[in-house]
């Protein structure tokens, strides 16, 4: 059995869950908080991360969402509606 993907993921998303929570308070009584992800990693993006986000500048459909790390290293998005590829 090679169960430990599901695993891992579970643990970050608690991680991430717990991070969320002590930024902001006023989330703690949800269940589920919806963060945007990054086009490129689809890591989710915490609320005081240096992230940008823009629509998608060929079909303005999308709000595209960076990381700070994808930023720093200039990586590619693609726009999940119209398959735009840019900088
Ligand atoms: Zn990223
Ligand atoms: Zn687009």
């Known amino acids: 059995m090679r169960s430990r993907i599901p695993i891992?993921?579970?643990?970050i998303e608690a991680r991430v869950h717990a991070f969320i929570v002590a930024k902001r308070p006023q989330w703690a009584g949800m269940?589920?908080?919806?963060?945007?992800?990054c086009s490129w990693c689809h890591?989710?993006?915490l609320?005081?991360?240096r992230a940008v986000s823009f629509p998608c500048p060929n079909?303005?459909?999308v709000t595209i969402w960076r990381c700070r790390v994808c930023r720093e290293l200039a990586r590619?998005?693609?726009c999940p509606s119209c398959g735009f590829e840019g900088p």
Do not use: A, M, N, W
């Not at 891992?8 to 643990?11: I, T």
């Open 76 to 78: 590619p998005y693609v």
């Open 43 to 45: 890591r989710p993006i």
């Open 59 to 61: 079909c303005g459909k």
């Open 31 to 37: 269940k589920q908080v919806t963060l945007p992800t």
């Open 47 to 49: 609320p005081d991360e």
């Open 8 to 11: 891992s993921k579970l643990l």
